[in-house]
């Protein structure tokens, strides 16, 4: 367990980046290693998960958790098998992936979540890329529509939660389900998804960040006048603290958002988030950070690989936008991606019910899903493997 005992944790970490380092194996290598490990997991997941549900984590007492489709990270283990079919064209992997795929799709009318972009396009997104299926499309383009109805012009927000205890409150998680808006704007010509996930950014930029670029967690709004009434964290440290995966959430954000609009202010605030992050006093050295950022106990407290995953992932597209800065954004990634191929952190062969990788956090204030694999820590995981080999073959 990636807790106390920080001097063992070092000196593994040491040990296997020297391993890494002397040895020299090229990152490419480490990463075919990687994927191929990933499918005979997923291979053995498969053969561990009940029918009509989705893997969510693995603990040593209770063993595998599902969750039902309607759960925020239903969309990931389909999402997961389909890259993993990408890359290696296995029939039985693409099997699972459909099959799995299947459950999701009453979930394109479900106007009660948020997270429809984590659930439809990280599955469906991935399955129309790779299959074209046309019943793939008109499911993300209803997807769209109902995460448009969380839409409320006056607060210029998607609402997060539906929760009595909040007015109308907005995670910094909500950035990575615009993604999902994009694509239905370019697939319709409906420029009203477009409008929604513009606003929602900016009005994120303006209220979710510090004057340092680290991000609160939660944001209340007034429904009626669209003023600000708290400035929270529900799954951090603090309300004044950096929560290291919603960190990562804004910094993945906002690079979409560059991508699909190709505005500047986007790109500047991508790149003051990537600083923030790689030059925080409290990243480790093998840039695995910890669960919150300003945490009191760190170093004898948890790391988060699932933030360390969908920063890895960010920083690979974003060091294709960033002109000089680039290079320290790719060179980030290469170094995530060398430590998550380590012992430290790569499960073995059956272990951990068939996931790739150890020791994530999913909410430490909730005593939920701590220091476990996670299934969209590995889904970033595998995606920033993807979009590595991708860039490198471009070069």
Known sequence: MIRKLPLTLIGTLLFSATVFSQHKTPLLTLIDTALNNAIRQYKYLATQVPQGVMPKTYYP??????????????????????????????????????????????E????????????????????????????YEEIMVNSARSLS???????????????????WPVIIDNMMNLELLFWATRHTGDSSFYKIAVTHANTTIKNHY?????????????????????KKTAQGFADSS??????????????????????????????????????HPNLPADKIPYWDYNSVDIPATYRDVSAACVEASALI????????????????AEKILGVLATRTYTAAP????????????????????????????????????????ALKAKK
């Open 61 to 106: 007492v209770k063993k595998l958790e599902t969750s039902s489709t309607s759960w925020w990270t239903s969309g990931f283990y389909p999402g997961s098998l389909l890259y993993l079919y990408e890359y290696s064209k296995d029939p039985a992997v693409k099997e699972e992936a459909l099959q799995r795929l299947a459950l999701l799709e009453k």
């Open 210 to 230: 510090r004057k340092d670029y680290s991000s609160w967690h939660v944001i209340d709004y007034d429904v009626n006048t669209g003023n600000v009434l708290a």
């Open 149 to 167: 109805t969380r839409f409320n012009a006056t607060v210029g927000s998607i609402r997060s939660w539906d929760s009595k205890a909040w007015k």
């Open 317 to 332: 597209e974003l060091s294709r936008y960033a002109g000089a800065r680039g290079a320290a954004y790719l060179s980030a």
């Open 242 to 279: 950096a929560w290291a995966r919603g960190q990562s959430w804004g910094l993945y954000g906002f690079t979409v958002m560059y991508r699909e609009t190709k505005d500047k202010k986007y790109l500047a605030q991508a790149m003051h988030i990537a600083d923030f992050l790689l030059g």
């Open 350 to 389: 059956q272990q951990i019910g068939g996931f790739i990788l150890k020791h994530s956090v999913g909410n430490i204030p909730g005593n939920s899903e701590i220091d476990v694999p996670l299934t969209y820590a590995d889904y970033y995981y595998i995606e920033a493997m993807m979009r590595y080999k």
């Open 108 to 135: 394109q009318y479900n106007k009660g979540t948020h997270d429809l972009g984590f659930m439809m396009y990280c599955s469906y997104g991935n399955a129309n890329r790779l299959l074209h299926d046309k019943k």
